[in-house]
């Protein structure tokens, strides 16, 4: 590799004027080993450089996804600096070895040396669900190969590579049969409704919807976090209920959190229209792709978010994790993910976080992570994870 250093082809790819050829030979230089120490340097002036950090042009994710994932032509999208440098742990796991994160309430960004003596671990989740059909019967579909699952009320339901589908096959009964698909912690799962819309399940959630969509509407209850792309159908009205909210659906893909994690019920639209009301509410309220409605469940007051972070709320659903907020709302979606119990010990701090990374990690890596920017101790037996303030 001649005649462009690596500092000037990454300065282009930061620019966003690296051609393809040149992002080609950028990822040679990441996949090299004798190159790594001299990335990591290139990593940290990037995270401390004041045209990313004040202008917010800088965008770890994607530099992660065009060099790691092998992306074969250059892709620049304006995303803000902070948000994302925990996205860096991602693609220094892979490629460096090392682990950053950062601290909202600090400007510095300590590297994190994985310790050398053996802990408790839990691996990451991964792709799985449980499906209920109509007379209680439950089929686990985490380790299900292909094929055939049920036949229900007109429909055979297939899986897929991994993905449930529902394929109508002749007439349906006049009763309306419900399924329930729900995922355990540790894992997410997708599927297709029986009219072709998609669905994606987080962690700790579930669907219940009808085996054929014969009413006068298609509607589905939820728990949990759920992404939906409707398929459209004019004549059938798509209504999602869930807790404490009905929506209806006038175009397609939407993202429902009601974890109530931090005390709210958020709903956030990609594209198309819903209307939003509470079942007490006479009024709907219209939101526009990119808004978001949320509704506190304590102290009652829906309100809208006229321009939602969509990169934040879709993480999941591209595995990766992307925090905002104190360390136990961070521990709530950890907990879920990775399978574990959370118990509080002492006065935990209340620093404020945020940024990302990959969801494919090893518990231990991520705690090691949190340890050292927020200022507290974890303690892993088995399925309980302590969490402590450090001394």
């Given at each position: 590799?001649t005649?462009?250093?690596?500092k000037?082809l990454?300065?282009?790819?930061l620019?966003?004027t690296?051609?393809v050829?040149?992002?080609?030979?950028?990822?040679?230089y990441?996949?090299?080993?004798?190159?790594?120490?001299?990335?990591d340097?290139?990593?940290?002036?990037?995270f401390s450089?004041?045209?990313?950090?004040?202008?917010?042009d800088?965008?770890v994710?994607?530099?992660v996804?065009?060099?790691?994932?092998?992306?074969?032509?250059?892709?620049?999208r304006?995303?803000?600096?902070?948000?994302w440098?925990?996205a860096?742990?991602?693609?220094?796991?892979?490629?460096?070895?090392g682990l950053?994160?950062?601290n909202?309430?600090q400007?510095?960004?300590?590297?994190v040396?994985?310790?050398?003596?053996?802990k408790?671990d839990?691996p990451?989740?991964?792709?799985g669900?449980?499906?209920?059909?109509?007379?209680g019967?439950?089929v686990?579909?985490?380790?299900?190969?292909n094929?055939l699952?049920?036949?229900?009320?007109?429909?055979?339901v297939?899986?897929?590579?991994?993905?449930?589908?529902y394929d109508?096959?002749g007439e349906?009964?006049?009763?309306?049969?419900?399924?329930?698909m729900s995922?355990p912690?540790?894992?997410?799962?997708?599927?297709?409704?029986?009219?072709?819309?998609?669905?994606?399940l987080?962690?700790?959630?579930s669907i219940?919807?009808?085996?054929?969509?014969?009413?006068?509407?298609?509607?589905v209850?939820?728990t949990?976090?759920?992404?939906?792309?409707v398929?459209?159908?004019?004549?059938?009205?798509?209504?999602?209920?869930g807790?404490?909210?009905?929506?209806?659906v006038l175009?397609?893909?939407?993202?429902?959190?009601?974890?109530?994690d931090?005390?709210?019920?958020k709903?956030?639209?990609?594209?198309?229209?819903?209307?939003?009301?509470r079942?007490?509410?006479?009024?709907?309220?219209?939101?526009?792709?990119?808004?978001q409605?949320s509704?506190?469940?304590?102290?009652?007051?829906?309100?809208?978010?006229?321009?939602?972070?969509?990169?934040?709320?879709?993480a999941?659903?591209?595995?990766?994790?992307?925090?905002?907020?104190?360390?136990?709302?961070?521990?709530?979606?950890?907990?879920?993910?990775?399978?574990?119990e959370?118990?509080y010990?002492?006065?935990?701090?209340d620093?404020?976080l945020?940024?990302?990374?990959?969801?494919?990690?090893?518990?231990?890596?991520v705690?090691?992570?949190?340890?050292?920017?927020?200022g507290?101790?974890?303690e892993?037996?088995?399925?309980q994870?302590t969490?402590?303030?450090?001394?």
């Open positions: 590799m005649g462009i250093t690596v000037e990454w300065e282009k790819y620019q966003g690296a051609t050829a040149e992002l080609e030979q950028l990822r040679a990441f996949n090299t080993p004798q190159y790594h120490e001299e990335f340097g290139l990593l940290q002036q990037a450089d004041p045209r990313f950090i004040e202008t917010g800088h965008n994710e994607d530099m996804n065009d060099l790691m994932l092998q992306i074969k032509q250059p892709v620049v304006k995303m803000p600096a902070r948000r440098l925990w860096a742990a991602s693609l220094l796991v892979l490629v460096l070895g950053y994160f950062w909202a309430n400007r510095s960004i300590p590297k040396t994985p310790e050398l003596a053996t408790e839990m990451p989740g991964g792709d669900a449980i499906l209920t059909l109509a007379d019967r439950q686990v579909l985490d380790s299900l190969g094929g699952v049920a036949h229900q009320n007109g429909s055979d297939m899986l897929e590579n991994g993905k449930l589908l109508p096959k349906s009964k006049q009763s309306i049969v419900y399924n329930t995922t912690k540790g894992r997410q799962f997708q599927m297709t409704l029986p009219d072709g819309s998609k669905v994606w987080n962690a700790a959630s219940r919807f009808p085996v054929v969509f014969n009413g006068a509407n298609r509607k209850d939820i949990g976090e759920v992404y939906i792309e398929k459209k159908n004019a004549t059938l009205p798509f209504i999602v209920q807790n404490d909210f009905v929506l209806q175009g397609t893909g939407f993202n429902i959190n009601s974890y109530g931090n005390g709210a019920v709903a956030t639209l990609v594209e198309g229209a819903v209307k939003l009301r079942p007490t509410d006479s009024a709907a309220v219209l939101l526009s792709p990119g808004e409605w509704y506190n469940l304590k102290s009652g007051g829906p309100k809208v978010i006229r321009a939602a972070d969509l990169h934040h709320v879709l999941w659903k591209e595995k990766r994790f992307s925090f905002n907020g104190n360390i136990r709302s961070i521990m709530n979606e950890i907990a879920r993910w990775y399978d574990v959370l118990k010990e002492g006065t935990i701090p620093k404020e945020e940024g990302g990374f990959t969801r494919e990690i090893e518990l231990q890596k705690l090691e992570i949190l340890e050292v920017v927020a507290v101790d974890f892993l037996h088995g399925k994870l969490i402590r303030a450090s001394e």
